[in-house]
Structure formats: structure tokens, C-alpha cells
């Protein structure tokens, strides 16, 4: 008989003779397995028979193998130690410390890892146990064998950087510990032990580091530090960093381009530049030759050439950064000539009636800053004809016949489309002489009065006043007297203050008489005065009186409104109330009254006057009021004193107030045809002349 099998285990086998199967299934063989069984005779033919069965191979659990081991460790520094160990069937090991260590401590930390470490006074050999399990068997104790060694300092390594002016640098982690060690292995912290003298520095423990310069340049700052191993420290070692030397900026020349008497902003530091990006700041700028520099905030300069100057003009700046570096510059500014208008100055003259002309010089009365060459053109006087006879020379010519103040302009051209223009004013004089006459109230002066070191004399005048006029028809520029002047002083306020005696229309009143006795002498263009119920401009009327009205009485009451005296007077209507400024005192018509005393007066004032002197003497806290046009105009004590010795050109407004009429001088206007007239006149103010006031 042979017998045979098939589909068996490993470790297992047939004896072909007796069909007897022996053997040791191995461990990896457990398992189900489907076995074949044959037997055949060894007759011919051959028979046998095959059956078939099922062998099952049951696992069975063996036990883990914990291995042991051998290290070293420093003293007071501790080391993770993993622990090692097998297990046959594969399965997941578990770690048992069975013996504690002799000399140090082992913590176990999970997954067969334990931190080990000895006390930092101890040296020599510490062993502990351990087992590893399978969670069903546990191995035979293994041994951890630790060799402790006295600790030793760790080494750090000095390095060095390099950077430029005001640059920063950052270096990451492991940074300066990159090149650090510790002989124990232990790991290791970066400590700063000196600050550098030229930057800031930011050390962290990892190594990493944040440098920024701020100080000196070309230089090397340095700083030191110390690695620490958790138990001892290094000795400090030195980084160095090397600062690049500092590069200047780079100034460029500027040039500002501006009109003539303009000024001009600008920042020089716009084009100039450095490498390095550094900071710039103006360092400091030269005046220039003709023109002025004021420095504003952050660079900007404003340049101001003089005045009517243009040009070429330049500056020397310089600039710096921020670590030192300087470099200079030039502005150049060039003052592009702009066109100025000339001027032109208002002249005043006089021609008597029976004179041919006037030749008026404007030399020295127009000008030009650019001194381009000028031409004159003349308007037409209303009353005479103007032309040039010569350079710069202006003839006038009165019509035959005319009296009074004519007018013309003339303007200035400098072909370059600037043009100035003035008004030349004449006075054709034939005045009546009885056309001027003084009033003088209360006069008293004891001695003879003289000129004294200030060129002004003084009297003992309680009020004086001047009329000085002419009544002609032929005033159509102004409509009114040539010159009217009032003066009061020594404090008296004059009856008629506040309007300037003159002839509007109808006869002249001058004062004398019955201080009771009133007449109008000037009223508005209605030729009326409206007399009022009471004092007031918003009281109802009572009665208008006519210009030169003279059936009237004054009752010898007065009220103070505001700073305006007004008077009662007796009238057709009733009793009315009317401005004192309105009216006048009554004298029989033509007669005014004087003497010699009155003449030196008028004397001494027109030398005075011509002499542009002081009339501080004249003049009462009131001041002076002035008539060359209608309202009048008042001036205070000082400023009239003061007008009478300015050169100063005003403006003297028409009647209507629209337009400026006449420009001028106080002197050249008010002041000379005045002093004319006096010393054309100054005999006929004399006790022994009668002479008739004449009427239009």
C-alpha cells in the first residue's frame, strides 16, 4: 500500500508506508486547511481510494522579549531614553518600568519613551528595569544600564554681519545658536550679555536676532551674548556688524523761473537724491544778491525779488543727511520783466482872466520804474483849450471872458499798454474884490501877533472865520466857491460850524447885529431849509425857508442834539427849529467890518499858509472844516495841523460825491489859492471899507 496527502500545514508530513502523519505545526501555519488523503495497492492495475478532510491549526499567544541597553547621560541634564523590546507574534508592546533608577529618575512619557535624569552632584553608573507586554504576557525584565558623567559648559561661536547705513537686519532661527553646541547634546538658549552702541538689537532665546542701525557710520558695532544649556552658561563670544562708510547725497542744481514783482515757493530738495534713501534736510542757503530768501517748513523757501527788478539772480544751498553727508547746489531765479505801469501826479494852477496862458511843467510829475519811452495826451478843458508846447510842457488858455476853475487830464502812456492819469485843476482868477470878507466875532488882540520858532503864530481870537469866494455863474465844474475855508480856535464853536458859509443862491449874509437876528446862508440843492417842530431830522416840518431868507428872529433858545446845535427861530409858520450850521447871524447886505489888527492877522495867516507852516494856533478842538467841494469835509485838530505840511496827493470828491473831482496836495488845492487870494485882498478887510456884497 503507498499512501499520499496533500492542502497539509507547514511542519507536517505523511509516511508514504504506514499512512502515519507526524510532525510540529509552526507558529505561522495556524489556520484552517483542506487536506487530501490517497491510498493506492501495488496490484496491477493499481486501486486505491482518496478522501478528504478539514485541519484546523489553533494560534497560540507567546510572550514579548524586553531588550536590554546601555547609555550615558550628564549629570542635572536630562535624556529621553526609548525603550526596546519584541514580541514574535507581531503584536502592539506595552512598556512597564519595574526597578526605579539608583541614582536618578526616570519619568515615563508614553510609547515606550522615558525622560531620564540624574541629580547634577552625581557621577558613575545607574541602572533600572523594565518589561514589555503583548497585553496579554509579560517578557522578562530588561536592564537600562546609564553611565553618568559630571556636565559640561556648552561653546558658543562668534559671527559677523554686514550691513549698510540706517539698514536693518534679520536673521531667523537657529541664528547665532546655527554655529553654537553642548558637548552633553543638551539643547541649548541664546542670552544677550552687552548691547551694541550704534543700533538697537532684539535677541530672542531661539537664536534669532533683529538689527537696525542708528548711529555713526563707517564703523563696526558689536554686541555680545551666551548659550545656556539649561545648566550651565558659556563664556559670551562677540558678533560683530559691520557698518558701511556713509554716501553723500546728491544735490542738483535748481532753477526757478517767476513775473517781476511776484514772489515763488518751492522745496529745492524735490531733484536732489541719495543711494541710500536716507533722510535730506536743507542744511542752510545763501542770500542771493538782489532778491530775499525766507525758509518755511520741510525745505520750501519763498524767494522775493526787489521791486520792480528783473533778471538773473542765484542762490547757494546745501543740504545734508541723515548721518552727515552733505552736498551743495544752486538755485538759479530768473525774474522775467513784467510791464509796470507809469504814474502820474494832479497838478493845481491859476492865470488871472486877462493873461494870455499858463505853461504847466510836468517835469518830475510822472514817472516810469521802467523808463520806457513815454507819450502825454491832453483831454479838452470845458473852459480853454490845453496843448504840449514843449517837452513835458503844457500850455492852457483860458476863453475870453470865463472866470472860475476849469479842468483837464493828462495820461501817460509807456507804449506798452500801461497808462496813468491825473487831473491838472486851474483857477482863472478875476475875482471881485468884494467877493472875500472876514468875520470876526468878539475879536480882541491886545499886542501884534509874529511868527515864532514853529513858523505859526497864535492870537486871542475868540472865533474867527474866512470867507474867501467867487459868485460867478461861471463855476460849472463844481458849482460852488473857488475856495472856502472856516477856521475856529481857541475852543469857540462857531455859529455855522458844520456847513461852510458860501453862495448857493441869492444873496451873502454875513454875520453883525442883533444876535437874535438870524439868516439862512447855505441850504441844500433844493435851495430850502426845513425848519422842524422840534430839534431833529424825524420831526414833522413847519416851514421852508428860501435861500437868504432874512425875516426871521432867533428866540434864543438852543438844544443839543447828539453833537449838533440847534437854534429856535421865529417864523411865518411859527415858532421852528432849524441846525445852528444852517444859519447865520443878519447884517444890512454889503457891509462887513474890520480893522488893522484884522489885517496883520490875515497877513501873518497867509505867510503861514504859503510857508506850509503850522496853523496848530488856529485851529479849536474841533478842527478844521474844508470846502473845495460840497459837503464839506472836517478834519481833526491833529490831522489838519498835519495836512498843512504833507506832500501827500487826496482826493477831492465833485458835489455829488460820485466821482474823485481833483487830486492833490492839501497845499497845492486848499492852502495856495488861498494864500493868493489873501495877498490879493488882505487890505480890503479894513474898518474904513464899505464895500457891496455882490448877488448872482
Known sequence: MTYTATGMPAGLSINSKTGVISGTPTFESAGTYNVTLSVFDSGTPSLGDTENFVWTITDVNRAPIALDQSLGAAAGLPIDVTLSGTDPDGDVLIFEIVDEPLLGVAIASGGGTITYVAPAEVAGLDVFTFRVGDGALWSDPATVTVSVGANSAPVAVGESFAIDPGATIDVPAPGLLGNDSDPDGAALTSQLATPPRHGSLSLSANGSFIYRHEGATGVTDTFSYVVFDGLRTSPPVVVRIVIAANIAPSALDDVLGLDEDTTAEFNPLENDSDVENHELSLLSISQPEVGT???????????????????????????????????????????????????????????????????????????????????????????????????????????????????????????????????????????????????????????????????????????????????????????????????????????????????????????????????????????????????????????????????????????????????????????????????????????????????????????????????????????????????????????????????????????????????????????????????????????DVSAAIPTE
Open 293 to 687: 530768501i525766507v525758509r518755511l517748513d520741510g525745505g520750501t523757501i519763498r524767494y522775493t525779488p526787489i521791486a520792480n527788478w528783473f533778471g538773473t539772480d542765484v542762490a547757494t544751498y546745501e543740504i545734508v543727511d541723515e548721518y552727515g553727508g552733505v552736498d551743495t547746489a544752486q538755485i538759479t531765479f530768473v525774474v522775467a520783466s513784467v510791464n509796470d505801469a507809469p504814474t502820474a501826479t494832479g497838478l493845481w494852477g491859476s492865470v488871472e482872466a486877462d493873461e494870455r496862458y499858463l505853461d504847466i511843467d510836468l517835469t518830475g510829475e510822472f514817472g516810469d520804474v521802467d523808463a520806457d519811452a513815454i507819450e502825454i495826451v491832453l483831454s479838452t478843458p470845458r473852459h480853454g483849450t490845453a496843448v504840449l508846447v514843449g517837452e513835458n510842457v503844457v500850455r492852457y488858455q483860458p476863453t475870453d471872458g470865463f472866470r472860475g476853475s476849469d479842468s483837464f487830464t493828462y495820461t501817460i502812456s509807456d507804449g506798452n499798454g500801461g497808462t496813468a492819469t491825473a487831473t491838472i485843476a486851474i483857477s482863472v482868477d478875476g475875482i471881485d474884490a468884494d467877493a472875500i470878507a472876514l468875520d470876526v466875532v468878539g475879536f480882541d488882540r491886545p499886542a501884534a501877533a509874529s511868527l515864532n520858532d514853529s513858523n505859526s503864530f497864535t492870537t486871542t481870537f475868540r472865533s474867527f472865520r474866512l470867507v474867501v469866494g467867487s459868485v460867478f455863474n461861471t463855476m460849472e465844474l463844481f458849482r460852488l466857491p473857488m475856495l472856502i475855508l472856516l477856521l475856529g480856535f481857541l475852543g469857540t464853536a462857531l455859529t455855522g460850524w458844520r456847513r461852510t458859509l458860501g453862495p448857493s443862491s441869492g444873496a451873502i449874509h454875513l454875520p453883525g447885529g442883533d444876535p437874535k437876528s438870524w439868516s439862512v446862508v447855505f441850504v441844500d440843492d433844493s435851495a430850502q431849509l426845513i425848519g422842524r417842530v422840534e430839534p431833529g431830522n424825524h420831526s414833522d416840518p413847519v416851514h421852508r425857508f428860501v435861500a437868504a431868507e432874512t425875516a426871521l428872529r432867533g428866540t434864543g433858545a438852543t438844544a443839543l442834539l447828539g453833537d449838533e446845535t440847534w437854534i429856535e427861530i421865529d417864523s411865518a409858520s411859527g415858532a421852528a427849529w432849524v441846525p445852528a450850521s444852517m444859519v447865520t447871524e443878519a447884517v444890512p447886505p454889503g457891509r462887513f467890518a474890520g480893522d488893522e489888527s484884522v489885517t496883520e492877522a490875515v497877513r501873518e495867516l497867509r505867510t503861514v499858509i504859503a510857508d506850509q507852516g503850522s496853523i496848530d494856533g488856529l485851529l479849536s478842538d474841533r478842527g478844521l472844516a474844508i470846502s473845495h467841494f460840497a459837503p464839506p469835509q472836517r478834519f481833526t485838530r491833529e490831522f489838519a495841523a498835519a495836512m498843512m505840511g504833507a506832500n501827500q496827493p487826496m482826493t477831492w470828491w465833485s458835489r455829488t460825491g460820485g466821482v474823485p473831482s481833483l487830486e492833490g496836495t492839501f497845499h497845492n488845492v486848499i492852502a495856495r489859492p488861498l494864500a493868493m487870494s489873501l495877498d490879493r485882498y488882505e487890505t480890503r478887510a479894513n474898518a
